[in-house]
């Protein structure tokens, strides 16, 4: 028996030799405030907090698997993983299911949304592409990193499903800024995509144009459009300071808060746990961001250092845009609380993004350099 369990901490050893423990320590702690706040806003339906635990579980394996690849091997396969994301975003098209932004493939054993695949595939190509170029990036690198970025864009845009458009585009966009491009050129940027709004709204959906107007003044429709924004307004202020307590939140309890598994289940933890829930939550958020950005800063090599900071940055966006968008400061974009909002793919790739992250870390720590 001895000998089975020195086996069994030699080979747990083994596997967790590159996983940086601080970066999976906060990981953890968001997953475990997930399955807490899900078991509650679930209304005490244990088969949904199983099925969270599981995808967790299988985010947590690829995150493993991923972090013992060396940067050389991922940017070897880099091209073939980009190609296949695109591959699948057009088979959404063609035998997808779903709804407005809800745009799967049924597999039989499970469901996938390949636009969550391109978060991870379209850093990876334009880091790909960037460690070749020199630095920072001129015109022509420019434009072709935004045929890199802006073609998955598109796709997933056109399924509909804006929201995971922009994180892809963001994603990609990381890149670009991380790889040292002149601050007069992203002023350059910034004012052409202010003056192009105005011709980006007249190709938004009915129902997307329907929530920019909702953002703008919820009460106009608070029976209809501005339901969710006001419900939301209304738990994350009742939570107060210190909260009503766990599984006390009338807002979700009582189904006056919609999606409060999902999109607005960052509204439930506020209400349950309070400021003081919420200001512990965002700093976790906090530490994994910084975590992550130290990570990347000891990578050995441009690709991987591009990499993991746009994985890191893109993690960060998710926060502030799902944050914003329930306390009603951004429009309803379909955005979830990463790790926190009920979801399969989505978990499951953003610890694989990590995965990423830590192999970045954990080879320039082993080969200094």
Not at 117 to 144: D, T
Request: aromatic residues 10%; glycine residues 12%.
């Amino acid at each position: 028996m001895s000998g089975l369990l020195r086996w069994l901490t030699a080979l747990a050893g083994r596997l967790l030799d590159r996983v940086d423990g601080p970066l999976l320590a906060g990981l953890l702690a968001i997953m475990a405030a997930s399955l807490l706040v899900q078991a509650s806003a679930a209304d005490g339906e244990l088969r949904a907090v199983l099925a969270q635990g599981v995808r967790f579980a299988v985010g947590l394996v690829a995150l493993l698997i991923l972090s013992r690849l060396s940067p050389t091997f991922l940017r070897e396969w880099t091209p073939l993983a980009y190609l296949g994301s695109l591959g699948l975003i057009g088979l959404v098209f063609l035998f997808g299911q779903g709804r407005s932004a809800d745009l799967w493939l049924d597999l039989g054993v499970f469901y996938l949304q390949p636009g969550e695949l391109l978060k991870l595939s379209v850093p990876m190509m334009a880091a790909w592409f960037l460690h070749q170029a020199r630095l920072p990036p001129g015109w022509r690198s420019l434009a072709l990193c935004a045929v890199i970025i802006g073609l998955p864009v598109a796709l997933t845009i056109l399924q509909p499903d804006l929201g995971t458009g922009l994180l892809v585009g963001a994603s990609g966009v990381f890149v670009v800024f991380l790889a040292g491009i002149a601050w007069w050129r992203i002023a350059l940027f910034a004012g052409i995509g202010l003056a192009a709004l105005p011709v980006a709204w007249q190709f938004l959906m009915p129902y997307q144009k329907d929530r920019v107007l909702t953002f703008l003044d919820p009460e106009s429709d608070p029976l209809g459009a501005g339901w969710n924004i006001i419900q939301s307004k209304i738990a994350i202020g009742s939570g107060g300071i210190d909260g009503k307590g766990w599984g006390q939140g009338t807002q979700a309890q009582l189904d006056f808060l919609p999606e409060h598994t999902t999109d607005f289940v960052f509204s439930v933890f506020a209400e349950e746990f309070g400021w003081i829930g919420v200001l512990v939550l965002l700093g976790l958020y906090l530490f994994v961001t910084l975590r992550g950005l130290w990570l990347a800063a000891q990578a050995r090599d441009t690709y991987s250092r591009l990499l993991a900071g746009a994985l890191t940055l893109t993690f960060s966006v998710y926060v502030v845009v799902n944050a914003g968008m329930v306390a009603g400061f951004l429009p309803v974009v379909g955005v979830p609380m990463p790790l926190l909002s009920y979801g399969g793919t989505s978990a499951v790739s953003l610890l694989a993004g990590f995965g990423i992250v830590m192999a970045a870390g954990a080879h320039r720590r082993r080969w200094g350099g």
